[in-house]
């Protein structure tokens, strides 16, 4: 397709430019009009086609494509900084990298909330069950972020577990600050080979041998991402990001990721970009526009970076179907059997952009190329849904 196109570039350039001449020299052998006429196609190919595409390579020999591409106009790609390219260097390194898988890999639980966790009683029943199957060797390990005020633990799993902690602003820089707290945190473990963050709100939605293979047996991270052109979307985009962040690849997700270990680590070594949100993509930024990076910090830095590495969806579910400013919270009256298990069983993760005609994003949430259910959690659950919870607990996980 490519060639032909350039070939009927080409012929029309040849009819139009060389033709003068032709009359004038009409005697002159043939062989000079096809000499100018295939220098002048060449010219013209290689100038529509830079000599990086190969679509004029083959046309001409490949060495022909080498010896012009000196002197041909340099193709548009803006020149990295030095920062850029320091960044991208050390992102590839980590992605070539591998972690040392240890003896005893584990899953770390990073709890990001104001104080006392509502549900550490359930958490503490999820936590139990991990034993059953591997001896007494721990397979998790716990940290709480507490923002407010110290926690009052009743599990002892949960006990001198709180990192230390700084204020949080719900949609400011400090919530992106918290999650990186926490990771910094718990890369201090080398057992640790993936992160889960989650609320106060959260809860479990299947038993710890579940999750734990879920998490592990696969490659990617479970970081949310989508492309929304509306105004809650690319419309919170501020062109001060430039030239390190384009609009083109500004993405949306909830912030409720988890995390394999390089990930983690491309997290902590990122300077650059995060500054970027940081100082351009906040509450009140420009126009009334209001920007929530712990939305867009994440999803867009995975996106240029290592876009196949991420699932695209949160394994922790949310139900905005409501429409509301908040998604809907479920009370002790919500809580049964039906509802874990129209939960459970969700296997197609959804995304509604905010453009004016609201375009809804379905699709299967495939873990390793099959489809599987999308959820390992889900919120918001208030205070007054634990007992109901930890009823039914041992119901909807089959434990
Ligand atoms: C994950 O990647 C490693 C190294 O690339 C590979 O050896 C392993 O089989 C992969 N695991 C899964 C579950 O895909
Ligand atoms: C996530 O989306 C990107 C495109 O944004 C795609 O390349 C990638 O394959 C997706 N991830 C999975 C696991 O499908
Ligand atoms: C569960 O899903 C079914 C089918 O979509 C729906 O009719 C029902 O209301 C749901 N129940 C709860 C408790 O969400
Ligand atoms: C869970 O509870 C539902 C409704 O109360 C019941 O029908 C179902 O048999 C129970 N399942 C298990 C595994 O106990």
């Given at each position: 397709m490519k060639t032909a196109q350039v070939w009927r570039i080409g012929m029309k350039d040849m009819q139009i430019l060389p033709a003068p001449r032709q009359r004038?020299?009409?005697?002159?052998?043939?062989?000079?009009?096809?000499?100018?006429?295939?220098?002048?196609?060449?010219?013209?190919?290689?100038?529509?086609?830079?000599?990086?595409?190969?679509?004029?390579?083959?046309?001409?020999?490949?060495?022909?494509?080498?010896?012009?591409?000196?002197?041909?106009?340099?193709?548009?790609?803006?020149e990295f900084t030095d920062e850029e390219i320091s960044s991208r260097v050390v992102i590839r390194e980590i992605l070539n990298t591998p972690p040392v898988v240890p003896k005893n890999p584990k899953i770390a639980f990073m709890f990001l909330s104001p104080g006392s966790l509502p549900f550490e009683k359930l958490w503490d029943k999820f936590f139990q069950f991990s034993f059953v199957w591997q001896g007494n060797e721990d397979r998790f390990s716990v940290y709480v972020h507490a923002s407010k005020e110290k926690p009052v633990h009743v599990s002892r799993?949960?006990?001198?577990?709180?990192?230390?902690?700084?204020?949080?602003?719900?949609?400011?820089?400090?919530?992106?600050?918290?999650?990186?707290?926490?990771?910094?945190?718990?890369?201090?473990?080398?057992?640790?080979l993936h992160f889960i963050l989650l609320s106060d709100s959260c809860i479990p939605l299947h038993d710890f041998e579940y999750v734990y293979n879920y998490l592990m047996d696969t490659n990617i991270s479970f970081i949310d991402c989508f492309e929304d052109p509306g105004p809650h979307g690319s419309g919170r985009y501020s062109e001060h990001m430039l030239p390190e962040v384009e609009k083109k690849d500004f993405r949306k997700g909830a912030q409720w990721f988890t995390m394999k270990r390089q990930h983690a680590i491309m997290v902590m070594a990122d300077n650059l970009y995060y500054s970027k949100f940081r100082d351009y993509c906040k509450p009140g930024m420009e126009r009334n526009i209001n920007c929530y990076s712990d939305e867009h910090y994440l999803p867009t830095f995975f996106y240029m970076f290592d876009p196949t590495g991420i699932a695209n969806w949160s394994v922790t579910h949310v139900d905005w179907s409501e429409g509301k400013w908040h998604p809907k919270s479920y009370g002790a009256q919500d809580i049964t059997y039906e509802l874990m298990q129209n939960i459970t069983s969700i296997a197609e993760s959804v995304h509604v952009t905010s453009a004016e005609r609201k375009e809804i994003q379905t699709r299967s949430c495939l873990w390793n190329g099959n489809q599987r259910p999308c959820y390992l959690f889900a919120r918001k659950f208030l205070p007054d849904a634990l007992d109901n919870l930890m009823h039914i607990f041992p119901n909807y996980t089959g434990i």
């Open positions: 004038a020299h009409l005697k002159k052998p043939t062989w000079i009009i096809v000499l100018v006429s295939l220098v002048s196609m060449f010219l013209v190919c290689a100038y529509v086609y830079p000599p990086h595409n190969s679509a004029a390579c083959y046309v001409f020999s490949s060495n022909g494509c080498n010896a012009f591409s000196n002197w041909l106009p340099p193709a548009p790609v803006r799993y949960f006990l001198n577990r709180e990192i230390r902690s700084d204020k949080v602003v719900w949609g400011k820089i400090s919530m992106v600050d918290a999650e990186r707290r926490l990771l910094t945190n718990a890369l201090k473990d080398p057992d640790n």
